[in-house]
């Protein structure tokens, strides 16, 4: 019997590549043979990664030996079974993780018949591994608001920079995209640290939006740089706010609100739906696929609230504390954007370089009746950075829009889209009254109202179909259809993975399926307004 050892160079090579990534890493102590078989074998370790792994989109820049070593090695850190154990390799995780992702690609079959985005064995494998919950804790919950939730901090105060274990915390939870709800990822079964308040704390606090930071999601130094713990609380709020009354469950959200790294690296966005008609040359340039339908989500609090949290003479904390964590209740829209590019032109001095900067016009229209008077409104494109997509200098995907009332630009939102050009998860961000009475000071114009009110946004795309596909609808009939029929499959999907049950909040969440009735008798009615064709869906989503 021929030994494997004995075997010629390529067949030993063509047997090799069959093997399991962790157990290549043991192959060279094996013996000599196998030693001169995997060590430096380049081509060897890029047939075993493309094996296992997405095919990266720049192949040629990958070390293939080094990616190897660095998924086993993450496997293994976690598997490690306290936090205690894992809680030093959160750098590694981190640059691990986000390489990982930069290198994903979408060349599987739809997550669901719903989802936004497409399989990636690389999300896969990092779903499958931040599942488990010590490992939530030692990486996703290590921020300055989780800390100061678990009474961890000596001194609560804000670090000046942010300390760069709680940036890359901050970062690798909203990469994961499932909001971690309650300080310790165990808790949810005492419903106890609730993490809502902590975040509101941060992001209702007017002292957070100032002119370096852009009134954005943004550090407050003026490098335009992301603050990735200002993000994360954003999408702490809005989760928690979606969760009360049971929307995380409802389809269009589920896959973007309630599963791990939903889409988020470079061109994960799957279209539900798409156009017919052939794309305009300027749609053919965008690199963000801004043209299409989105849907917005907002939060914000009761303004008696916000301006006695934010100017209560008696409870005024020095710049360097954070507010008391609220929990005083917030309201809750969901708006849909059917956009369109007007206008690319290369970047400015501030912007990326690699990608130019997009302008959009479009509309947008309340899915909530009730707060038609300011969402009902056009969103324009605009000179400079209003109605604008472009790149930030450390390569983040900015968004920057105006929401045009009576006229006036009368909201601006901020926002960073996680994951890259055209990723499934969409932009977080925030949004703040843009000051309609401009006012000079210190010479020039005023874009940002002190005295707010300002919160939490985000939105993702949906459709590739937008306002020159039919103009005088803006909700679509064909769009709420799949959300119904995508709706009754989902049992089927629920198989495949089991989302981290993260509490029920105090409030009871909506039953699915009913909703998804209501959706379809509510779809019997058109209703005409101003001209324009919608569908109510006050009755499902009013609280």
Same mark, same amino acid.
């Not at 804000?158 to 709800?181: E, G, I, R, T």
């Not at 790149?391 to 994951?419: C, H, K, M, N, P």
């Given at each position: 019997?021929?030994?494997?050892?004995?075997?010629?160079?390529?067949?030993?090579?063509?047997?090799?590549?069959?093997?399991?990534?962790?157990?290549?890493?043991?192959?060279?102590?094996?013996?000599?043979?196998?030693?001169?078989?995997?060590?430096? =074998?380049?081509?060897?370790?890029?047939?075993?990664?493309?094996?296992?792994?997405?095919?990266?989109?720049?192949?040629?820049?990958?070390?293939?030996?080094?990616?190897?070593?660095?998924?086993?090695?993450?496997?293994?850190?976690?598997?490690?079974?306290?936090?205690?154990?894992?809680?030093?390799?959160?750098?590694?995780?981190?640059?691990?993780?986000?390489?990982?992702?930069?290198?994903?690609?979408?060349?599987?079959?739809?997550?669901?018949?719903?989802?936004?985005?497409?399989?990636?064995?690389?999300?896969?494998?990092?779903?499958?591994? !931040?599942?488990?919950?010590?490992?939530?804790?030692? !990486?996703?919950?290590?921020?300055?608001?989780?800390? #100061?939730?678990?009474?961890?901090?000596?001194?609560?105060?804000?670090?000046?920079?942010?300390?760069?274990?709680?940036?890359?915390?901050?970062?690798?939870?909203?990469?994961?995209?499932?909001?971690?709800?309650?300080?310790?990822?165990?808790?949810?079964?005492?419903?106890?640290?609730?993490?809502?308040?902590?975040?509101?704390?941060?992001?209702?606090?007017?002292?957070?939006?100032?002119?370096?930071?852009?009134?954005?999601?943004?550090?407050?130094?003026?490098?335009?740089?992301?603050?990735?713990?200002?993000?994360?609380?954003?999408?702490?709020?809005?989760?928690?706010?979606?969760?009360?009354?049971?929307?995380?469950? !409802?389809?269009?959200?589920?896959?973007?609100?309630?599963?791990?790294?939903?889409?988020?690296?470079?061109?994960?966005?799957?279209?539900?739906?798409?156009?017919?008609?052939?794309?305009?040359?300027?749609?053919?340039?965008?690199?963000?696929?801004?043209?299409?339908?989105?849907? #917005?989500?907002?939060?914000?609090?009761?303004?008696?609230?916000?301006?006695?949290?934010?100017?209560?003479?008696?409870?005024?904390?020095?710049?360097?504390?954070?507010?008391?964590?609220?929990?005083?209740?917030?309201?809750?829209?969901?708006?849909?954007?059917?956009?369109?590019?007007?206008?690319?032109?290369?970047?400015?001095?501030?912007?990326?370089?690699?990608?130019?900067?997009?302008?959009?016009?479009?509309?947008?229209?309340?899915?909530?009746?009730?707060?038609?008077?300011?969402?009902?409104?056009?969103?324009?494109?605009?000179?400079?950075? #209003?109605?604008?997509?472009?790149?930030?200098?450390?390569?983040?995907?900015?968004?920057?829009?105006?929401?045009?009332?009576?006229?006036?630009?009368?909201?601006?939102?901020?926002?960073?889209?996680?994951?890259?050009?055209?990723?499934?998860?969409?932009?977080?961000?925030?949004?703040?009254?843009?000051?309609?009475?401009?006012?000079?000071?210190?010479?020039?114009?005023?874009?940002?109202?002190?005295?707010?009110?300002?919160?939490?946004?985000?939105?993702?795309?949906?459709?590739?179909?937008?306002?020159?596909?039919?103009?005088?609808?803006?909700?679509?009939?064909?769009?709420?259809?799949?959300?119904?029929?995508?709706?009754?499959?989902?049992?089927?999907?629920?198989?495949?993975?089991?989302?981290?049950?993260?509490?029920?909040?105090?409030?009871?969440?909506?039953?699915?399926?009913?909703?998804?009735?209501?959706?379809?008798?509510?779809?019997?009615?058109?209703?005409?307004? =101003?001209?324009?064709? !919608?569908?109510?869906?006050?009755?499902?989503?009013?609280?």
């Amino acid at each position: 019997m021929i030994l494997l050892t004995e075997l010629p160079p390529e067949i030993l090579h063509n047997v090799l590549v069959h093997v399991d990534p962790p157990d290549l890493a043991w192959m060279p102590r094996i013996c000599r043979t196998f030693y001169h078989a995997v060590s430096q =074998n380049a081509p060897l370790f890029k047939e075993v990664y493309l094996r296992n792994f997405d095919t990266p989109p720049n192949s040629r820049e990958l070390d293939w030996e080094r990616a190897i070593r660095d998924l086993v090695r993450l496997q293994v850190v976690c598997r490690r079974t306290s936090v205690h154990d894992k809680k030093n390799e959160l750098s590694f995780v981190y640059d691990t993780v986000t390489r990982l992702l930069m290198n994903a690609s979408s060349e599987g079959d739809p997550a669901s018949p719903v989802t936004v985005h497409q399989v990636s064995r690389n999300a896969e494998l990092l779903s499958s591994i !931040f599942k488990e919950e010590t490992n939530q804790a030692a !990486f996703l919950c290590r921020s300055f608001i989780y800390q #100061r939730a678990r009474a961890e901090l000596k001194y609560r105060i804000f670090s000046s920079p942010p300390l760069d274990d709680h940036q890359k915390s901050a970062h690798l939870h909203c990469l994961y995209s499932v909001p971690m709800l309650y300080a310790h990822p165990e808790s949810h079964r005492t419903r106890s640290s609730k993490m809502s308040p902590f975040a509101c704390s941060k992001v209702y606090d007017l002292r957070q939006y100032t002119e370096d930071s852009m009134w954005g999601p943004f550090m407050d130094d003026g490098s335009g740089d992301v603050d990735w713990e200002k993000m994360e609380a954003i999408m702490i709020v809005l989760g928690a706010n979606l969760k009360q009354f049971g929307l995380n469950k !409802f389809p269009i959200c589920k896959t973007v609100w309630d599963r791990p790294f939903p889409g988020v690296w470079r061109g994960g966005y799957r279209p539900l739906s798409t156009s017919d008609r052939e794309p305009e040359p300027l749609e053919l340039q965008d690199p963000y696929g801004v043209s299409g339908t989105w849907l #917005r989500v907002v939060c914000f609090l009761d303004y008696t609230d916000f301006f006695t949290y934010n100017f209560n003479p008696e409870h005024q904390p020095p710049p360097t504390v954070p507010r008391p964590a609220i929990d005083v209740g917030e309201a809750t829209r969901f708006i849909l954007m059917k956009l369109h590019v007007t206008a690319i032109e290369p970047p400015g001095p501030e912007d990326g370089q690699a990608l130019p900067v997009v302008h959009f016009e479009g509309v947008c229209r309340s899915i909530d009746a009730s707060w038609e008077e300011n969402a009902n409104s056009d969103i324009r494109g605009m000179i400079q950075t #209003r109605g604008t997509v472009r790149l930030t200098r450390e390569g983040e995907v900015r968004w920057t829009s105006f929401s045009v009332y009576a006229g006036e630009d009368r909201w601006r939102s901020e926002g960073i889209q996680v994951g890259g050009p055209r990723s499934g998860k969409g932009v977080l961000g925030t949004w703040f009254d843009n000051c309609a009475e401009k006012e000079k000071l210190m010479g020039s114009y005023r874009d940002f109202d002190p005295r707010g009110p300002a919160g939490p946004n985000a939105f993702w795309k949906i459709s590739d179909k937008g306002h020159r596909d039919d103009p005088d609808r803006v909700v679509m009939a064909d769009f709420m259809r799949t959300i119904i029929e995508a709706g009754r499959e989902e049992d089927d999907d629920d198989e495949d993975y089991e989302p981290p049950e993260n509490g029920d909040d105090d409030g009871d969440e909506d039953d699915g399926e009913n909703g998804l009735e209501e959706l379809e008798s509510l779809m019997e009615t058109e209703i005409e307004y =101003n001209g324009t064709v !919608f569908w109510n869906w006050t009755e499902v989503f009013d609280p």
